[in-house]
């Protein structure tokens, strides 16, 4: 079964201004009870304007249904799959938006004070305590607000314990398939950064680590499972490796969602982490929203972590600020705690073997796309999948097509395209991470759109070089997009 191509009659919506005649109003007032004030008086001249040239002017009706068709041209997590995953989009049950909603959380005002703030602080401590379970650690800060965030805090951490025993190192070993944060957050800390090559299985080589690891690396950045979706087979003997020459393991942890409640990076060597929040554990935030890059550590690295830290003070919770070996604090108060509240609703209402589930969820859904797409797409890595495969446009270019035309067509399949173009290290990837929500019936829709498109790349390049036909706007210039935005419009 193919998903509709989708039709978008309301895409014929003009700009407000265009739809704009003057002397309409979208309010009413009535007559003034009380004596009227100059504004121009009362505020001062510089404060005040007789007019907006070019100001819209409709009714109340015509702006509501303007934005509102306008907010249908939007692809949403509600609407379908979202093939980016858990590391830009993944569904999560509503009920963790509802707890974070709740009064008290939602109005709770980090000057309270700490008798009337117990409740936010024990769930704090509640969250730190299960994130620590769930990565095998030792201690949680929750102070970082994105994943870079938190890695800079953790190789800050690193730095500070390096130091503590007399020398901070020199170098970072970064696998050529990291997020591009990673070397990013090395050279911020101070480091150089040492680029490891991944063997032809996608995993790193020990032999090769091996030739890079001298007493003048401070640590390993590593992704686990890798940004291939392959889990590191490797990944103890690497951390041996690391850690004979007092080196440290370092884990960017955005791809928990393959590992929650099956495998801990505290048991296979990893020394500090970072978990996006607001990837694996519920916050939605495709739009750049608020996040958590909660960092956990094993116990050598707790006495660095960011000030304040909860403390116990009779049967209730204070904040320890003397903290003198710490790296400071690195976010104003005690990070974004909605963030935090939906982490811990998302924990609870899944539980232990609830969050197993989801995690073999995903790790199934993703190999099933996999298996049904592999006679249509080519496969450069056979090493089993995790949480997302990631396949090239090889068989495609032949035909003129790449990755980014068949995301284009994807649209008008009804989808949202997927990673293009991402990791670097397979030229023409194609990365899908389904995650644990999807139906059998949405993959099923989903590789029927894809092994179609794959069809029509053969058949008929055209139609997919030029897709999608069913949006408003079709091919743009991204170039010139990303290079020269026009953010205002220029009212003639
Ligand atoms: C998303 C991501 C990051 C960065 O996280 P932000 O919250 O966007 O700063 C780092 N590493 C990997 C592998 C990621 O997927």
């Known amino acids: 079964m ?80 979202y093939p980016l995953g858990s590391c830009t989009m993944k569904y999560n049950p509503r009920v963790n938006e509802a707890v974070a909603r709740t009064e008290g959380l939602a109005w709770a005002h980090p000057y309270q004070p700490e008798s009337l703030s117990q409740g936010a602080m024990e769930i704090i401590a509640r969250l730190e305590t299960a ?50 944060t990673n070397p990013a957050t090395a050279a911020m800390a101070g480091y150089e950064v040492v680029h490891a090559a991944s063997n032809e299985r996608g995993m790193l080589d020990v032999a090769e680590l091996t030739r890079l690891v001298d007493d003048d690396v401070a640590a390993i950045m590593i992704t686990n499972p890798n940004t291939l979706g392959v889990f590191e087979e490797q990944i103890t003997a690497i951390a041996a490796l690391l850690h004979s020459k007092g080196a440290l393991v370092y884990m960017d942890g955005a791809n928990m969602n393959a590992l929650v409640g099956v495998a801990r990076p505290g048991d296979f060597g990893a020394d500090a982490m970072h978990l996006n929040l607001h990837k694996t554990f519920s916050t939605p935030h495709g739009g750049g929203g608020p996040g958590c890059g909660a960092v956990a550590v094993k116990a050598a690295l707790e006495p660095f972590l960011p000030a304040p830290r ?24 005690y990070g974004n705690f909605g963030v935090i509240v939906r982490a811990l609703a998302y924990i609870m209402a899944h539980g232990g073997p609830g969050l197993r589930a989801a995690t073999l969820d995903a790790v199934a859904n993703a190999n099933y796309l996999r298996k049904r797409l592999e006679p249509y797409y080519e496969l450069p890595y056979a090493a089993p999948s995790m949480h997302e495969c990631v396949f090239s446009d090889e068989r495609q270019v032949k035909h003129g097509v790449r990755t980014g035309d068949i995301a284009k067509r994807l649209i008008d399949y009804g989808f949202h395209p997927y990673t293009v173009s991402f990791p670097l290290i397979v030229h023409g990837a194609l990365m899908i991470e389904p995650t644990e929500t999807e139906s059998k019936q949405e993959l099923d829709l989903f590789a029927d759109a894809l092994i179609a498109i ?10 997919v070089l030029t897709a999608p036909h069913g949006t408003r706007t079709s091919r743009v210039d991204e170039v010139a997009a990303a290079r020269k935005p026009v953010l205002r419009w220029r009212l003639s």
């Open 2 to 81: 193919i998903r509709k191509v989708r039709e978008h009659p309301s895409q014929n919506e003009p700009l407000l201004f265009e739809l704009s005649s003057p002397g309409k109003r979208g309010y009413q007032l009535p007559d003034l009870d009380v004596p009227a004030v100059d504004a121009r008086a009362a505020l001062g001249a510089e404060n005040t304007r007789d007019d907006i040239a070019g100001f819209p002017e409709v009714s109340e009706v015509e702006a509501i249904r303007h934005f509102t068709r306008l907010s249908t041209w939007n692809y949403a997590i509600d609407l379908g799959l």
């Open 454 to 463: 794959a069809a029509e790349a053969e058949q008929n390049p055209d139609l």
């Open 131 to 180: 994130l620590a379970e769930i990565t095998g650690m030792d201690a949680v800060t929750l102070q970082p607000a994105a994943g870079a965030h938190g890695e800079l805090t953790g190789i800050l951490l690193i730095r500070a314990l390096l130091e503590s025993r007399g020398n901070p190192r020199r170098k970072v070993l970064i696998p050529d398939s990291a997020h591009g």
């Open 310 to 333: 909860l403390a116990r003070s009779g049967d209730g919770w204070t904040w320890n600020h003397h903290r003198p070996h710490s790296i400071g604090r690195v976010r104003a108060f």
